[in-house]
């Protein structure tokens, strides 16, 4: 009867964020997050980390937290693959394009193409285990 009521609830959805100061899960609804800790650089551990913080999200209220205002993460590697992929590219071939670009702005900043490849191979892992 109220179809107004449905279309306010917007399902929410987990999202990685990478940015200056932060890296880890966010909500898209609420200010939740669980942030990466340090030195948590094995696959093995990362895939673990990842769970967890799946679970913690599934668990936790929106109610609880402070609404998200504005769009989370639109600068970081992951969130301009993640465009790709919405845009129907397959998540490979997402990151390999990614890496082209990145190749193109950061001529002559290995770091910074490091960085892309790092979030590109996180990306594809969470693919492959089913996480996003
Ligand atoms: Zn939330």
Not at 7 to 26: C, D, L, N, S
Not at 100 to 126: H, I, S, T
Request: with cysteine; charged share 30%.
């Amino acid at each position: 009867m109220d179809s107004r009521g449905e279309e306010a609830k917007k399902p929410r959805t987990i999202i990685w964020v990478a940015e200056h100061g932060f890296q880890g899960w966010t909500c898209s609804q609420c200010e939740w997050n669980y942030p990466l800790p340090t030195l948590l650089n094995d696959a093995e551990a990362k895939s673990a980390y990842d769970r967890l913080a799946l679970g913690k999200f599934r668990e936790h209220a929106c109610e609880g937290h402070a609404p998200r205002l504005g769009a989370v993460d639109s600068q970081s590697f992951t969130a301009r693959i993640r465009k790709l992929v919405k845009q129907g590219f397959k998540p490979r071939d997402a990151v390999d394009l990614l890496l082209q670009e990145v190749e193109l702005e950061y001529r002559g900043q290995p770091k910074v193409l490091e960085q892309a490849r790092a979030e590109g191979q996180d990306f594809l892992r969470r693919v492959r285990e089913g996480l996003i």
